[in-house]
Nanobody, 125 residues
Framework: QVQLVESGGGLVQAGGSLRLSCVVSGRTFSNSPMGWFRQAPGKLREFVAAITRTGSITYYADSVKGRFTISRDNAKSTVYMQMNSLKPEDTAVYYC??????????????????WGQGTQVTVSS
């Protein structure tokens, strides 16, 4: 059974930083692209970032480009997201997810088959 466990969320002031982690178990981590999504209250879940199997290519939502960095350590079955220059509008529950296919097909949430339970990020102004 696949499990994804996120950590690293919390409360931070605007302009601050957080680093999210997501540990995957139950499958071969290096076989799958990984993604981060977020969902704010009253809003749909939205794509934040994704990374290919080897980590050679990354993708970002326009709203986080230049501020967030996704990375992975296949030896540790872990994907990370470094979040800098945080803004109040970044407040959301953040989820990691496993892409359904070995080759990345895009940021549609339907392309991701397994999800973590989420970690809350709150940015105060």
């Amino acid at each position: 059974q696949v499990q994804l466990v996120e950590s690293g969320g919390g409360l931070v002031q605007a302009g601050g930083s957080l680093r999210l982690s997501c540990v995957v178990s139950g499958r071969t981590f290096s076989n799958s692209p990984m993604g981060w999504f977020r969902q704010a209250p009253g809003k749909l879940r939205e794509f934040v970032a994704a990374i290919t199997r080897t980590g050679s290519i990354t993708y970002y939502a326009d709203s986080v480009k230049g501020r967030f960095t996704i990375s992975r350590d296949n030896a540790k079955s872990t994907v990370y997201m470094q979040m800098n220059s945080l803004k109040p509008e970044d407040t959301a529950v953040y989820y990691c997810a496993i892409h359904r296919t070995p080759n990345y097909r895009g940021s549609d949430p339907d392309n991701f088959g397994s999800w973590g339970q989420g970690t809350q990020v709150t940015v105060s102004s």
